[in-house]
């Protein structure tokens, strides 16, 4: 029916370029880097385990770069080391795992609630716009996005209704581009949920911030590319889209619903 | 259901080792029929030319999953470019970056109205389209493989990596679908003419 209906010659041209140019910029990156952060990953986990195990190494791992000072600096008396510079080391330790929020650090944002940072569910788009430096409508004409440094960067996306002037309908966190699995540099700027998850975070770790999380389905019916799904107590969702061998988040949306929409920004 | 004068098992094996020329290769070989059944999903070809390329970046994310079937992709190929057609903008924001790197589409400006006008005005075109949107996602991937396509039954059954009695279920009750579809419909009847 179609038979005769060929590609234009030079649009076809530049769909072969960006595809050529997209594997010759991801070529030979994506799969051994994984493979790569998975191991590290795996040492990390192996060696906190075989040290002894627990929170108590976890915390460890944090407190022992600084303590080579305190412990010598702890004189003579005898009583176990660790009372004396654990309940000094403690509050420094907990300090800098909560910075303060920057509208402009999404690495600062906590997705909950809701909220991802500043931005927040149901609040009037003028106010999304004024709380994230650079959210500006897209190319959709619709959506407003803002992404945090040049592409490929942690990107953020806030469709309001279908309505004008309709309020925030979701929050969508992802890299900008759709890359699969980014970079863990690009990984660490993401926003996360108050167990520490965000865009990037492998399936390891989803698993042991969320025990016994379950995939609540596929992304696309009938295919096995998995998300999962966070109840939050204000009756939202955070939706965890995981990439194309559900290894790693690559999506984290918040809305009303239990799983991403197909269609937004349209 | 390869491709006439390539050598395609070679090329996949390169393109999933990361070859830049071999994904060249493959796009040139399957983009007009990619293209051709995309444009049974969308309403313009400038959307199907679209969807048909992020079927190749879609391959290339998804490069270790790709199914190949008697020595070629393209029954992949078309399965996806039914779900990137369903997914419309959530597939277009995930290409973002490589979309727009695209030149914009200039022939929408000079001969492609005439060549749109066609393709819509086409009563054939739009029943089939109509026909195809009505149906469930999976009975849209088995009519398009096995009808559309011509895949056997058991081609369509590895690319979709589903048993074969599953294929003939849903072919089987997609048929019927559509034959109450086309009943009162002598057009669309005609166009689906091997569907009975």
């Given at each position: 029916m179609t038979d005769r209906i060929r590609f234009d010659r030079e649009r076809g041209d530049a769909w072969k370029t960006v595809i050529v140019d997209t594997v010759t910029a991801e070529a030979g990156k994506a799969p051994g880097l994984s493979k790569r952060v998975i191991a590290l990953v795996s040492l990390i986990v192996a060696s906190l385990l075989l040290s002894g195990g627990g929170v108590a190494l976890a915390l460890g791992f944090k407190i022992f770069p600084p303590p080579p000072a305190p412990v010598p600096t702890s004189?003579?008396?005898?009583?176990?080391?660790?009372p004396t510079p654990t309940p000094t080391e403690t509050p420094t330790a907990a300090?800098?795992?909560?910075p303060p929020m920057d509208p402009?650090?999404?690495?600062?944002w906590i997705i909950g609630d809701g909220a991802v940072g500043p931005l927040q569910l149901s609040a009037p788009i003028e106010d999304a716009e004024a709380s994230v430096p650079g959210l500006t409508v897209d190319n959709s004409g619709w959506c407003h996005s803002s992404t945090?440094?040049?592409?490929p960067q942690i990107d953020v996306i806030v469709p309001p209704g279908?309505?004008?002037?309709?309020?925030?309908q979701l929050i969508y966190v992802d890299v900008a581009g759709g890359v699969d699995r980014p970079d863990p540099a690009i990984a660490a700027k993401s926003p996360k949920t108050e167990?520490?998850?965000?865009?990037?975070?492998s399936l390891e770790e989803l698993q042991a911030a969320y025990p016994g999380i379950q995939p609540a389905?596929?992304?696309?019916?009938?295919?096995q590319q998995p998300f999962y799904a966070l109840p939050q107590s204000d009756g939202s969702w955070i939706t965890l889209d995981m990439n194309a061998d559900g290894s790693a988040v690559r999506d984290i949306v918040v809305s009303r619903q239990a799983r991403t929409p197909k269609e937004f920004c349209a | 259901m390869t491709e006439s004068s390539f050598d395609e098992p070679t090329a996949w094996a390169a393109a999933r080792s990361g070859d830049p020329s071999a994904w060249g290769e493959l796009f040139e070989a399957h983009r007009d029929r990619v293209l051709g059944h995309a444009l049974r999903l969308t309403r313009s070809l400038h959307d199907a030319e679209d969807v048909t390329g992020m079927v190749f970046l879609e391959a290339w994310r998804r490069r270790d999953v790709v199914r190949e079937v008697n020595g070629s992709i393209i029954g992949w190929l078309l399965v996806t470019a039914n779900n990137i057609a369903r997914n419309g903008a959530r597939s277009q924001r995930r290409f973002r970056a490589a979309i727009e790197?695209?030149?914009?589409?200039?022939h929408e400006t000079d001969f492609a109205p005439e060549l749109l006008g066609r393709i819509d005005d086409d009563p054939r075109h739009a029943a089939v389209r109509a026909a195809f949107a009505a149906l469930s996602s999976k009975d849209q991937d088995v009519i398009a493989l096995?009808?559309?396509?011509?895949?056997?039954m058991a081609e369509a059954a590895r690319v979709l990596g589903v048993p074969l009695g599953t294929v003939k279920a849903r072919l089987s009750r997609a048929k019927v679908k559509l034959a109450k579809t086309t009943a009162d419909d002598a057009t669309l009847s005609s166009a689906l003419g091997g569907v009975r």
């Open positions: 004189t003579s008396p005898a009583p176990v080391q660790t300090a800098p795992v909560v402009g650090d999404p690495s600062t945090f440094g040049d592409a279908p309505q004008p002037g309709d309020p925030v167990a520490g998850i965000g865009v990037g975070s389905g596929n992304i696309v019916e009938g295919d | 790197k695209l030149p914009k589409p200039e096995c009808v559309l396509e011509e895949l056997t």
